[in-house]
Nanobody
Framework: QVQLVESGGGLVQAGGSLTLSCAASGSIFSINAGGWYRQAPGKQRELVAIIRSGGFTNYADSVKCRFTISRDNAKSTVYLRMNNLKPEDTAVYYC?????WGQGTQVTVSS
């Protein structure tokens, strides 16, 4: 059974940075994709970024050039480095891996 544990959310001022981490267990992490989604109040959950087993990445247009997704297969962990954060980035961020969701971590960006 896949389990995901997220960490790294918090409150930050606009223009600031945060790094989210998602540690996976119960899977062969290195051969599967991992990703981050987010859900703002009153909105649908949306894809933020995804990284595939070969390191290929895709980003939502709204976060390109500001966010970077990476992975450490030895630690079975996916990271999301978020720079130049904007108030519109405020949301609960969810890690995804093999059809499983993390518990979510709140990111709040103040103006």
């Amino acid at each position: 059974q896949v389990q995901l544990v997220e960490s790294g959310g918090g409150l930050v001022q606009a223009g600031g940075s945060l790094t989210l981490s998602c540690a996976a267990s119960g899977s062969i992490f290195s051969i599967n994709a991992g990703g981050w989604y987010r859900q703002a109040p009153g909105k649908q959950r949306e894809l933020v970024a995804i990284i595939r087993s070969g390191g290929f990445t895709n980003y939502a247009d709204s976060v390109k050039c500001r966010f970077t997704i990476s992975r450490d297969n030895a630690k079975s962990t996916v990271y999301l480095r978020m720079n130049n954060l904007k108030p519109e980035d405020t949301a609960v961020y969810y890690c995804w891996h093999l059809g499983t969701w993390g518990q979510g971590t709140q990111v709040t960006v103040s103006s």
